[in-house]
């Protein structure tokens, strides 16, 4: 007499047919890959397109741009960062819709000001040898508030970003610029792409 538990658990284990062999591998291929795509793109990194001058001279209008979403997952962000960010509530009040990218300037607590062309941390002047332009704007002085940071465009004149809206929050922060991709002669990687041979230093 045959068990009937045993043929419950082993009768999805018959030789399927070819007809089942042709099509089931490459759709369970398609949706695995499809998976993983998804999978990777939520949670790991997402590719960018910069359309914008406002981070030139250091990432181009058309540049692809690959984004860690799991870069702060074990430290803070920190100043020379360059970070995607989803709208603030000042900005979706203006109907700015798109995820925007932008250096991180001020870290929480800090008091910016932004005055003859240079850029101020707690009354210290930051040497900045890779912008655009000196700033031809004032701005502050202010402290960012908890939780939240100051960002720039590279391009000062020519970008969008906290000195016309204010601060980013933390939860905002999509996550840190790692890699340009595109195009193959101007590829690097986040060392590059933060400057760190033109880092930030106190004048």
Same mark, same amino acid.
């Given at each position: ?44 990194a ?37 970070? $995607? ?25 800090e ?5 003859g062309?240079?850029v101020?941390i ?20 202010? $402290? $960012? ?20 809206w204010?601060?980013?929050?933390r ?9 340009r ?23």
């Open positions: 007499m045959s068990n009937p538990f045993i043929a419950d658990f082993t009768k999805s284990d018959r030789a399927p047919t070819s007809d089942e062999n042709l099509w089931a591998m490459p759709l369970k291929l398609i949706g695995l890959s499809l998976g993983l795509a998804f999978g990777v793109r939520t949670f790991i997402e590719p960018r397109f910069i359309p914008s001058v406002s981070m030139l001279p250091t990432i181009k209008v058309g540049d692809r741009i690959l984004v860690n979403k799991l870069s702060y997952s074990s430290h803070l962000p920190r100043r020379d960062d360059i970070v $995607v960010f989803n709208p603030t509530a000042p900005l979706l009040k203006l109907h700015v819709e798109d995820a925007l990218i932008k250096r991180i300037i001020g870290l929480p607590g008091k910016v000001q932004v005055k062309g240079i101020y707690n009354n210290r002047p930051l040497k900045e040898d890779f912008i655009a332009a000196k700033p031809n704007y004032t701005w502050g002085p202010q $402290v $960012v508030p908890p939780n939240s940071y100051f960002v720039l465009g590279d391009n000062r004149n020519q970008s969008y970003d906290g000195h016309y204010g601060f980013v929050p939860g905002n922060i999509v996550g840190q610029a790692v890699l991709y595109w195009p193959w002669e101007r590829m690097c990687v986040s060392k590059c792409l933060e400057q760190n041979q033109y880092k930030h230093q106190w004048d």
